[in-house]
């Protein structure tokens, strides 16, 4: 592992010493590793290259199950599980696992988007590089 350093000023260095405390990180390092992995994340998934592991949460009326489905066997070379459980009486919550490339994913989500009887597609990043 290489050893970089870098310079920051007196204040922002307080704040990222707080967050160790906070957030359950051990070393200044571990923090900083873990600040760029998801900032080279959000840049795959701006820029639309690259492959990416993503959770997709979907809301669903209970008579969406059907179409639901049908697009997660067009892509079923990106879900890698699903999880489905029921809300109450009238909803659904289906979550995707995906691994893939990142334009897919996005083309997958987008057709969940536009199934009658959803209510609510979300999404969660998670770098696919470690």
Do not use: Q
């Amino acid at each position: 592992m290489s050893v970089i350093s870098i310079s920051i000023n007196d204040e922002l260095l307080d704040k990222l010493d707080k967050l160790l405390t906070v957030k359950g990180f051990s070393t200044r390092s571990e923090i900083f590793r873990e600040a760029l992995r998801e900032y080279v994340t959000t840049e795959v998934w701006e820029e639309g290259k690259g492959p990416l592991v993503v959770t997709g949460m979907v809301i669903s009326s209970k008579k969406s199950e059907s179409p639901l489905n049908t697009i997660h066997h067009k892509y079923e070379n990106l879900v890698e599980t699903t999880l489905h459980t029921h809300l109450d009486e009238k909803n659904c919550l289906e979550i995707f696992i995906l691994k893939g490339d990142t334009k897919e994913v996005k083309e997958f989500l987008s057709e969940l988007k536009g199934l009658s009887g959803v209510k609510a597609v979300r999404h969660a990043l998670i770098s696919a590089e470690v």
